[in-house]
């Protein structure tokens, strides 16, 4: 309880009337032993309603988020009784969201409530669940603010990023973009069928469904896809921070938007999550259900207190990729034991398939490269940031001469980097 300044107000008012009264030699000396006495029992009366009453706090947010973006919700407030409502309050939220610690304020009238939007940002993967919310009322005399914890238990769900409204373009544009003539073979019409969940768009004949006044796709003797497969580094460096996720995070939402784009294109999708070994595997997967198999695998992905080795990973790739294929590598392009096993797994891909490798760079290394010297220290450190990017650039030209593709990109802008060079590949027909 911390009261409040009326309390000390009246408290100064009775303090001065009982030294004036004290001094006085009237009958009615203790008389202001009757206001203190009404205060007191006013407080207590409060107290007493407080516990009885708990304040009616509901807390509304999504049961999922998408890591990484914000995860908009709303606290409500409801005034039952029939007098204006003060509260304030604390939200104690995980760690693994970011989001403001400082009370709310609250004033809901009677009869009404009060609504707040609140905002998370999810930065972990997993399902994250809270239950305390601390709070402050005023009492109906307004004479203290009465505290209390309440449990509102909720649970969110973070999953990987995917693609918004605009990118998916109503499910059709992505197909549409890159309409052009099929060639060679694959191109003999076989005959027509009902369209199934999964089945590309670009195969549905618009003249057959309106004629049949139902989905109906073009069935060729081998459709035209791409063969795609994802491997993502899971190992001890994952779990270093890159802004504001960390890398194995920007690592989950690049794989999950990249495979959902290409599965919309009707292309058949692998996984490998390896750190020393790989650890999960997933064969080609196509349509929805696929997509759905993939994100779970992301989903539970987490990173391991073991030294990465490209080498075995790649190797299971090679092992399941049955004909030529893209294969995007998410990890650190640095110098050392890795950068060595890396390109070895190079070697075994090529000439068969097509690698693409894509690593983040790190913006405190980048920032250091420039940075004025203001102590005797800054010498030596922007020495080992040149050293370090040095050496990734090493790597990046000795895995370009090998026929791989590399990315190297900040945070921001690794996901736009690597769907852009997969649009590229398809277009041209590089794979």
């Known amino acids: 309880m911390n009261l409040s300044g009326r309390s000390y107000a009246i408290a100064g008012v009775v303090t001065v009337l009982g030294v004036l009264t004290q001094w006085s030699d009237r009958a009615d000396a203790d008389l202001w032993q009757m206001p203190l006495a009404?205060?007191?029992?006013?407080?207590?009366?409060?107290?007493?309603?407080?516990?009885?009453?708990?304040?009616?706090?509901?807390?509304?947010?999504?049961?999922?988020?998408?890591?990484?973006?914000?995860?908009?919700?709303?606290?409500?407030?409801?005034?039952?009784?029939?007098?204006?409502?003060?509260?304030?309050?604390?939200?104690?939220?995980?760690?693994?969201?970011?989001?403001?610690?400082?009370?709310?304020?609250?004033?809901?009238?009677?009869?009404?409530?009060?609504?707040?939007?609140?905002?998370?940002?999810?930065?972990?993967?997993?399902?994250?669940?809270?239950?305390?919310?601390?709070?402050?009322?005023?009492?109906?005399?307004?004479?203290?603010?009465?505290?209390?914890?309440?449990?509102?238990?909720?649970?969110?769900?973070?999953?990987?990023?995917?693609?918004?409204?605009?990118?998916?373009?109503?499910?059709?544009?992505?197909?549409?973009?890159?309409?052009?003539?099929?060639?060679?073979?694959?191109?003999e019409l076989l005959g027509l069928r009902d369209y199934h969940p999964g089945d590309p768009l670009r195969a549905i004949d618009w003249k057959a469904t309106a004629r049949r006044d139902r989905q109906t796709v073009r069935v060729f003797s081998q459709e035209e896809h791409m063969e795609l497969i994802l491997a993502v580094d899971a190992g001890r460096t994952s779990s270093l921070q890159a802004a504001e996720l960390t890398r194995l995070h920007h690592h989950a939402n690049v794989a999950a938007r990249l495979a959902e784009r290409a599965i919309l294109r009707g292309d058949r999708v692998g996984l490998v999550v390896f750190a020393d070994r790989p650890v999960d595997v997933l064969g080609q997967q196509r349509g929805p259900g696929g997509l759905r198999q993939i994100r779970k695998a992301l989903e539970r992905m987490r990173s391991l207190q073991r030294e990465s080795n490209p080498l075995p990973a790649l190797m299971r790739v090679r092992a399941l990729a049955r004909q030529r294929s893209l294969v995007v590598l998410l990890t650190d392009v640095e110098e050392g034991e890795a950068a060595e096993q890396l390109i070895k797994g190079t070697r075994l891909l090529r000439p068969k398939h097509f690698p693409l490798i894509a690593g983040l760079l790190d913006e405190a290394v980048l920032a250091l490269e420039s940075r004025p010297a203001t102590n005797w220290l800054a010498p030596y450190e922007t020495l080992a940031a040149l050293e370090m990017n040095q050496a990734m650039r090493r790597t990046s030209l000795k895995l370009q001469r090998l026929g791989a593709q590399v990315i190297l990109a900040r945070p921001a802008e690794l996901d736009r980097a690597v769907l852009h060079h997969y649009e590229t590949l398809r277009a041209r027909r590089r794979v």
């Not at 509260?87 to 009677?110: I, K, N, T, Y």
């Not at 999810?122 to 307004?142: A, C, M, Q, V």
């Not at 914890?149 to 909720?154: D, M």
């Open 38 to 187: 009404a205060f007191l029992l006013a407080l207590l009366l409060e107290g007493l309603e407080m516990r009885r009453k708990p304040p009616a706090l509901e807390r509304r947010l999504p049961a999922r988020g998408y890591l990484g973006q914000p995860l908009q919700g709303e606290m409500v407030l409801a005034n039952p009784g029939s007098q204006p409502l003060r509260l304030e309050s604390v939200d104690d939220f995980p760690d693994a969201l970011d989001g403001s610690r400082d009370p709310l304020s609250w004033l809901a009238p009677p009869g009404g409530e009060h609504r707040q939007p609140v905002a998370f940002t999810p930065r972990e993967l997993g399902k994250l669940s809270w239950s305390w919310i601390y709070t402050r009322r005023l009492g109906r005399f307004g004479l203290a603010w009465w505290p209390s914890r309440l449990t509102l238990p909720i649970e969110v769900e973070v999953v990987p990023d995917h693609l918004h409204d605009k990118e998916r373009g109503g499910g059709t544009s992505l197909q549409g973009d890159l309409a052009r003539p099929l060639s060679g073979t694959g191109t």
